[in-house]
């Protein structure tokens, strides 16, 4: 019907932020908006990995290719990883991806000089840029309890091994390599939505009460001190049917009914390190925002070459 307008405005409520998870609601809008968001914070947020290696020297076990693939998959900080340049698109260095408008040097010398094995870690790796460097899990800020951590094992060196290379680290997105996702994982659910008839309940007796509460297998119900049967826990149940079933056994349909939330959404944000939760929420609406402009900017091409024709085509250069 042309002049109805199907705009809607998503709100998101923020539940918990602690460093790099992240529980918030979003609301007002559908499950494609939702499933969008959650594809771009895990493909398409772009962040900095190892993605070139040199190596001048390696007696270590591990032979080159797999030394060079266990560097790419350590997580490095990646705050400024939206304002640099796509090595392909940088024009300081016609492409060549060594520069640093669009790419980070590291550099690792290690040798045993004992006879205890020597574990070669994340901490041995030098950035030239200290704003880009490995994910630091013992740090107490990043949310994750190990004090312990010394770091990602790349190799371990027996006496008289050796390791020196240089790496260059490159901004890139998941949709391209695994190495640059930002997500450890991102899920989201329906809100759901309970009814609980209490004219039917109190029909049931106590034992059945709490047959029907025991027979959820995640703790969704529980009953009150007047033995009434309540909802502890919506979010909870991962729609499992299991009481609906319930309740039709003991002879009660409708006795609780469940129905989810078709514009209500809760995710569940944990990241690698690279970014935090909160960050990276803020970058997939931005990268979002722009896919969206593109796809506006297209619909108005052709809407233009459908006006203008050949002379539309030929003023775009096409």
């Known amino acids: 019907m042309e002049g109805v307008s199907y705009q809607r405005f998503p709100r998101i409520k923020i539940r918990e932020v602690k460093g790099d998870y992240m529980k918030f609601e979003l609301r007002d809008t559908d499950a494609s908006i939702a499933n969008a968001l959650r594809r771009v914070m895990i493909a398409e947020v772009p962040t900095i990995a190892i993605d070139l290696v040199e190596i001048e020297v390696n007696s270590s076990v591990l032979n080159d290719e797999f030394i060079s693939h266990r560097l790419g998959l350590i997580p490095l900080t990646s705050e400024r990883a939206m304002s640099m340049r796509f090595s392909r698109d940088c024009d300081a260095c016609d492409g060549d991806g060594q ?107 106590l034992e059945e009460k709490r047959e029907l509460v025991d027979s959820s297998p995640t703790k969704v119900f529980g009953i009150d001190p007047e033995n009434k049967v309540i909802v502890v826990d919506p979010e909870a149940y991962t729609y499992d049917d299991e009481v609906l079933k319930k309740c039709e056994a003991m002879g009660k349909p409708g006795l609780i009914e469940i129905h989810a939330k078709e514009d209500s959404f809760i995710f569940t944000v944990e990241t690698t390190g690279a970014v935090k939760a909160s960050q990276l929420v803020l970058n997939a609406i931005e990268v979002l925002k722009q896919k969206l402009d593109a796809v506006r900017l297209s619909d108005d091409t052709v809407e233009a070459d459908d006006q203008f024709g050949e002379l539309g085509a030929h003023m775009r250069g096409g």
């Open 99 to 205: 520069c640093e408008y669009c790419s980070v040097e590291f550099y690792l010398r290690v040798k045993c000089l004992s006879d205890q094995t020597l574990d070669v870690t994340s901490k041995d790796l030098l950035s030239s840029d200290h704003t880009v460097v490995p994910v630091d899990y013992s740090d107490a800020s990043s949310g994750f309890d190990n004090s312990t951590n010394k770091g990602i094992i790349i190799v371990k060196l027996r006496r008289g091994q050796e390791l020196r290379l240089r790496a260059i680290a490159r901004k890139g997105i998941a949709k391209d390599h695994a190495k640059w996702s930002p997500a450890a994982t991102v899920t989201f659910m329906y809100e759901p939505d309970i009814y609980i008839n209490e004219d039917m309940m109190e029909t049931l007796t």
